[in-house]
């Protein structure tokens, strides 16, 4: 009885909800994962780095609380071991709630790894499966970049930092986009060593200019040494970085190397050939607005895609594709997507930057608020950061919003609420925020494109 309606292939953020959707609209569901419930984000991304963000935020906080008028008795320190076991409790609590849920819809899970057998039906392990409808959620795996020392042991990508039980003395970091900004957080604030080497013209490259450009500044405040425009070109013995920068060749030594250089799609087992699954040039797999491959009745959701790899871009779609999969006529729109970066402070972002607004032709109007007029900012310590707004300088719809701020994280949901509904700079500016609250910036950047901040000069 291995016939289905629906079937979905892992069971990340995107292929859990998918399964799940799917049997809440009726239809008998099958979901097949060869490893954790949770995929990449739940296992070996978000919640870990997060969880460990967390010690080390409150490590770093505490060493420097003097000027809060907390005076600390004696050394400070910590046990990166208890800290890591704790990461692993907090990961393990949550999968074990995800397979819960899996369950407790009616969807049938089954452990194996899924390979294409035709058009509609899957072999795992020794069994056949055949499905109306299939979703493939597989995700990626961290890249590693073509440079001689790449694969040595000691060089690690993101999935074996999040394994390690010790913390390394010192860390040079391949990479300045968000895994490696968010990496270099991590150890900086343990009071470790850290060197960023990123081959763009900055960090975070293609966020809003005046966020780079800041997180670049608060990063080496807390001594991590930043290079730009630098292109590696070997890794010796697993601890020797060799980078060309500024037509001079640089060396930089530290107790480990990090790659933090992105992500390929987990294609490969899938024997799309057998399907007739079309991937384009980069191995990401074409969809349609409903996440439709060229193959009707195959799906595909995720970083499999190929656009934007975020968890909840790939629940986003896996919603998309199973009320596809049920008669819903639902198309997938990416113009109100978040990003969140958790550094310190955080950096939230939804929409488009001044300058790609810019470059597609777009008139803007922008609104800018520093977050050193708000009082909940300066309430809890943090004075450096802002909030920007832009909105189109004809229709004033909102679509752009850029946070550096305590809270960014959690605030930029009202912006995406707001681009997605295709509101106002005007109605943003007339709703009520509370005070004081880091969110009262959003309202106050709102008011300056009209020039009518009142907490500006």
Do not use: W
Not at 52 to 78: T, V, W
């Amino acid at each position: 009885m291995n016939n289905y309606q629906a079937a979905v292939i892992g069971g990340g953020p995107g292929g859990y909800i998918a399964a799940i959707r799917c049997a809440q609209q009726g239809l008998r569901t099958v979901l097949i994962e060869k490893e954790e419930l949770g995929g990449t984000c739940l296992n070996r991304g978000c919640i870990p780095t997060k969880t460990l963000l967390y010690s080390s935020d409150l490590f770093y906080d505490i060493q420097n609380c003097k000027s809060l008028g907390i005076e600390i008795k004696g050394d400070i320190d910590f046990k990166y071991k208890k800290i890591a076991k704790r990461k692993d409790k907090v990961v393990k609590q949550l999968r074990s709630g995800v397979e819960a849920l899996v369950t407790g819809h009616g969807v049938e899970l089954v452990r194996g790894e899924a390979a294409f057998t035709g058009p509609h039906s899957l072999k795992a392990g020794e069994e056949e499966y055949t499905a109306e409808k299939i979703i493939l959620a597989s995700g990626s795996t961290p890249a590693l970049i073509p440079i001689p020392g790449a694969d040595h042991e000691n060089v690690l990508n993101s999935d074996d930092v999040l394994g390690l039980e010790e913390c390394p003395e010192s860390v040079a970091i391949i990479g300045g986009g968000v895994i490696g900004v968010e990496f270099a957080t991590l150890f900086a604030n343990l009071g470790k060593k850290v060197t960023i080497i990123e081959m763009m013209p900055s960090i975070l490259y293609g966020m809003d200019s005046d966020i780079c450009s800041l997180m670049t500044t608060l990063l080496a405040e807390k001594n991590i040494d930043i290079h730009v425009n630098a292109a590696v070109c070997e890794i010796k013995n697993g601890s020797e970085v060799i980078f060309e920068k500024d037509s001079q060749l640089c060396q930089v030594s530290s107790e480990q190397v990090i790659l933090a250089v992105g992500r390929k799609p987990n294609t490969a087992s899938l024997n799309l050939k057998a399907a007739g699954v079309r991937c384009n040039e980069k191995g990401y797999i074409e969809t349609d607005a409903h996440m439709q491959t060229n193959v009707p009745g195959i799906y595909a959701i995720g970083d499999i895609t190929g656009t934007i790899q975020l968890a909840h871009t790939a629940t986003a779609q896996g919603i998309i594709a199973a009320g596809h999969c049920a008669g819903l006529d639902r198309t997938m729109d990416y113009s109100a997507v978040p990003g969140c970066i958790y550094t310190t402070p955080e950096i939230a972002s939804v929409g488009l930057t001044e300058e790609k607004a810019s470059a597609a032709g777009e008139p803007v109007k922008t609104g800018y608020f520093d977050i050193s007029g708000n009082g909940r900012c300066l309430a809890v310590n943090c004075s450096s950061g802002f909030v920007k707004i832009i909105c189109h300088a004809n229709t004033e719809q909102v679509i752009g919003c850029h946070i550096i701020a305590p809270h960014a994280t959690e605030m930029i949901g009202e912006a995406a609420l707001a681009i997605q509904n295709k509101l106002t700079i005007t109605q943003l500016a007339n709703t009520i925020h509370a005070h004081p609250t880091v969110s009262e910036s959003i309202m106050e950047a709102a008011h300056d494109v009209h020039g009518m901040c009142c907490h500006k000069l």
